[in-house]
């Protein structure tokens, strides 16, 4: 059945790209700190977040999902060997399309990366030093995993300084509102509006 992969993928990202830092990071404040769970899931960005945060970043999920649309990028280089938007292709605006285009955007990347990167790194760094500093140096850090689009689809390099920008701004939202809800609002919109743009455009 076409679900239990993405299903699959979806758990083993959260379990081991997520749940092995994360109870890394449980181990130590408990250890070194003693620090009760509720705190440390607060540390790490999984709490709630005012709304204030929210509009602002539904506010960046509009305009960069808006961008995207009116850019239309070229649909080839995501359907090369290596680029996980390659399984869209000949989907079309279907059930199965947006079922798993929600399991990867918003749980397998979007969740994933936001509590490593912005929930446990930004934090951490915030915690440590001025707020423009730990922000540049979190965005750094998520940049450089994105560089392999320079392997995958080298011609998509412009999208580098758009994750950089979009990483800057997700930091800013996540150390300002203690949350990772609004950074990873606005990783799953463009993750999956970037799906569904494949297989629309793939469509038979």
């Known amino acids: 059945m076409w679900l239990v992969s993405p299903v699959v993928n979806a758990l083993m990202a959260v379990l081991l790209l997520a749940g092995v830092p994360f109870l890394g990071y449980l181990v130590w404040q408990k250890w070194r700190h003693r620090r009760p769970l509720a705190d440390i899931a607060g ?13 602002i970043s539904a506010a960046i999920a509009l305009v960069v999902t808006c961008v995207l649309l009116l850019w239309s990028p070229p649909v080839a280089p995501f359907l090369r060997e290596g680029s996980p ?10 059930v199965q399309a947006i079922v ?26 915030a915690r440590r ?48 509102s203690g949350s990772i809800l609004g950074p990873w609002l606005v990783h799953a919109t463009l993750n999956v509006t970037m799906c569904l743009m494949v297989a629309a455009r793939t469509a038979a």
């Open 85 to 94: 938007q390659r399984v869209f292709a000949g989907l079309g605006l279907g």
């Open 129 to 176: 030093m001025p707020l423009a500093w730990a922000n540049l140096l979190q965005a750094l850090i998520f940049l450089l995993p994105h560089l392999l689009i320079l392997q995958t689809m080298p011609q998509m390099w412009i999208l580098l300084p758009l994750v950089f920008l979009l990483a800057l701004a997700m930091g800013w939202v996540r150390i300002k």
């Open 43 to 55: 540390r790490a960005g999984l709490q709630g977040s005012s709304v204030h945060y929210l509009l």
């Open 100 to 125: 798993m285009a929600l399991l990867y955007g918003v749980v397998q990347t979007g969740f994933v990366e936001e509590l490593v990167f912005r929930g446990l790194i930004a934090g951490s760094l």
